[in-house]
């Protein structure tokens, strides 16, 4: 029953930022590192950010001083702050997250994707 729900893409002018969302819901012990993904058209999924359960945090070359993860242990969320977009950074983004519930362990939960546009 764990599932990860995104919100807050859209399409945004270059320059402009965005701050996406991604609750966990579910039968949820834990919640190990949680990560952002993203992909364009026609090309392969990169990891943009990752946070640990600790705060600890890492980002994409491209991404690193423009985009902020943070997360919120209390309402298992995490988020991306996205400040001065470019065109490059439009894609689908997908929040992951390490999950352990009372049966299963190690299990890696998906969201949907939200899209991101920025325009030119």
């Known amino acids: 029953q764990v599932q990860l729900v995104e919100s807050g893409g859209g399409l945004v002018q270059a320059g402009g930022a965005l701050r996406l969302s991604c609750a966990a819901s579910?039968?949820?012990?834990?919640?190990?590192?949680m990560d952002w993904y993203r992909q364009a058209p026609g090309k392969q999924r990169e990891l943009v950010a990752t946070i640990t359960s600790g705060a600890s945090t890492n980002y994409a070359d491209s991404v690193k001083g423009r985009f902020t993860i943070s997360r919120d242990n209390a309402k298992n969320t995490v988020y991306l702050q996205m400040n001065s977009l470019k065109p490059e950074d439009t894609a689908v983004y997908y929040c992951?997250?390490?999950?352990?519930?009372?049966?299963?362990?190690?299990?890696?939960?998906w969201g949907q994707g939200t899209l991101v546009t920025v325009s030119s």
């Open positions: 992951n997250a390490g999950v352990l519930t009372s049966t299963k362990t190690g299990l890696e939960v």
């Open positions: 579910g039968s949820i012990f834990r919640i190990n590192a």
